[in-house]
């Protein structure tokens, strides 16, 4: 009897606790874990698209990168004596990237829809589309024959599966915008939120903005006479964050695909270039190419000679010419340079930031006016003129006005004080000998990187000369080696400069893109 009645007991106790369990469990998905009430009411209430998310698919042509530490920057001898790379520890987070160079086929498609949208005959239009096209003279050379590239590289379909060379890096963020735009448009159409009628009409300079779409969407796409409007939302989890250049951190973690020689928790040793090993030999040609990447060999040798293929190209190569590294990217040595994000500095201050580093935030505000969005219009496009003379479109129409935060934004700020960033600690007050004799911290006078407003004086003939530098808030970094470099150039760790209003015969670039969500869990034993 005893037995019984303990058995009954326990029976109840556990039954009582799988009740309250379950019911927990059934709240925590239909109700509010802050407040009780019901989430996703039929009657109103809180909306959240908590249960029909699905995650986003992979973005078109890009590949997964998972994230991680590693050592940036050089792991080995520097011949050069450059001294501009030296080895910090950094961790990035998850990206997509592309898994190829941009092609002439996909920048092309960029200034098709420029043509159409913004026509250049259209005086209002005109520096927009001619503002696009890339610098198809960086072939010439004053000692050298190639108007056969000037004429026929961008457009002629025998080089369309090739990077796109001649692009500022100016021109690689706006196509990086505009990429966003499109594909946030298709993603709404197939979703059901965007149907061809409700679009604004192109043919009149109006152009699908994501950012608008979020923060305005009546303005972004047109109301339907008496029907109500859906719109989507970021809860509704079917936009995409922007398409973007990489960071260089996360342009060298990709390229070193350390995940290649990863055993355990740990590497097993050092990597020199994208590939395993320590030389650019292919060891299993057969009929392909000797050289795993695209580069110049030696004093006017950029291919080896004929009928013997040495990396399958004079000038650049398909972007698909040689095997993928460990995360399934193509050329992150050799073909061409390429552009990232962060401005230039010789040294990176990773004992201010050892996550994402990043040199190059300017934050902006969109500007709103009378409590709504104010929308740039056909009859006031922003305009910039770059070093080269060409004007520029800042913004397009359709898109939310923007400008700098000011000192009413920041205020009280502990993590940033003003908008532009680019020389943080090295450029601005905090970081030159002659700090003292700055006024205010954005002072004109006897900045590090301004070093002209400064003179050096010759003892030896007491004459007075300008300090000069090509450093400055313009300059962005180069990563990556390129059918005219040296195999030295192929490291991933080695940087260079470039002024982003200029476009080169060496440089092209690819997109990144933001992972969303929790760490996609790839772990294994070992390789």
């Not at 079917?238 to 350390?258: D, F």
Request: net charge neutral; hydrophobic share 30%; glycine share 8%.
């Amino acid at each position: 009897m005893v037995k019984s009645r303990l058995f009954l007991k326990i029976f109840l106790s556990a039954s009582s606790i799988l009740f309250f369990s379950c019911n927990t469990l059934s709240g925590r998905e239909s109700d509010s874990r802050a407040t009780g009430w019901k989430i996703n009411d039929e009657d109103g209430g809180f909306q959240y698209n908590n249960e029909n998310y699905d995650p986003l698919e992979t973005p078109p042509g890009m590949v997964y990168i998972e994230g991680g530490t590693f050592t940036m920057g050089r792991v080995q001898d520097d011949p050069l004596h450059e001294w501009n790379n030296g080895p910090t520890q950094q961790t990035v987070r998850s990206f997509y990237m592309d898994e190829t160079e941009v092609t002439n086929r996909m920048y092309l498609e960029y200034l098709d829809w420029l043509k159409k949208v913004f026509p250049p005959e259209n005086p209002r239009y005109k520096n927009i589309y001619k503002s696009a096209l890339p610098d198809t003279l960086v072939w010439r050379n004053r000692l050298g024959y190639a108007e056969h590239l000037v004429n026929n590289y961008l457009r002629h379909p025998a080089y369309s599966d090739y990077p796109v060379v001649g692009v500022s890096w100016i021109q690689a963020v706006e196509f990086s915008r505009w990429r966003t735009d499109r594909l946030n448009e298709l993603m709404l159409d197939r979703k059901g939120y965007l149907e061809h009628k409700q679009r604004m009409d192109y043919a009149k300079g109006f152009s699908f903005d994501t950012d608008t779409y979020i923060n305005a969407p009546s303005k972004a796409i047109k109301s339907l006479q008496g029907e109500e409007v859906d719109y989507a939302t970021l809860t509704d989890g079917v936009l995409y964050p922007q398409y973007r250049l990489p960071t260089e951190a996360e342009w060298e973690y990709a390229a070193k695909s350390l995940v290649g020689i990863r055993e355990y928790n740990s590497f097993k040793g050092r990597k020199m270039y994208p590939w395993n090993g320590r030389t650019t030999d292919n060891l299993f040609t057969g009929n392909g190419p000797s050289h795993l990447a695209n580069f110049k060999q030696g004093d006017g040798d950029y291919g080896g000679i004929a009928g013997w293929n040495e990396d399958e190209a004079a000038i650049t190569a398909p972007v698909k010419s040689f095997s993928p590294n460990a995360f399934g990217l193509y050329n992150m040595a050799g073909n061409v340079a390429e552009w990232v994000a962060d401005v230039y500095r010789p040294t990176i201050m990773d004992n201010y930031n050892d996550f994402n580093y990043f040199r190059g935030n300017v934050y902006k505000k969109k500007v709103q006016k009378n409590g709504s969005y104010e929308i740039v219009s056909n009859e006031q496009i922003p305009y910039d003129t770059l070093i080269t003379g060409e004007i520029f479109a800042m913004q397009l129409p359709g898109e939310i006005l923007k400008k700098n935060v000011d000192s009413s934004d920041t205020y009280m700020r502990i993590n940033y004080s003003r908008a532009d960033n680019r020389n943080y600690l090295s450029g601005d007050k905090r970081s030159t000998r002659f700090y003292q004799d700055f006024q205010k911290i954005n002072s004109p006078s006897k900045r590090m990187y301004d070093s002209p407003l400064y003179d050096k004086q010759i003892k030896s003939t007491r004459n007075v000369l300008d300090r000069t530098t090509l450093i400055n808030n313009e300059v962005r970094v180069v990563k990556g080696g390129s059918w005219k470099d040296r195999a030295y150039w192929l490291d991933p760790s080695q940087r260079r400069f470039y002024h982003q209003d200029l476009g080169a015969d060496y440089i092209g670039f690819r997109n990144a893109m933001s992972y969303l969500g929790p760490k996609k869990n790839l772990k294994t034993v070992s390789n």
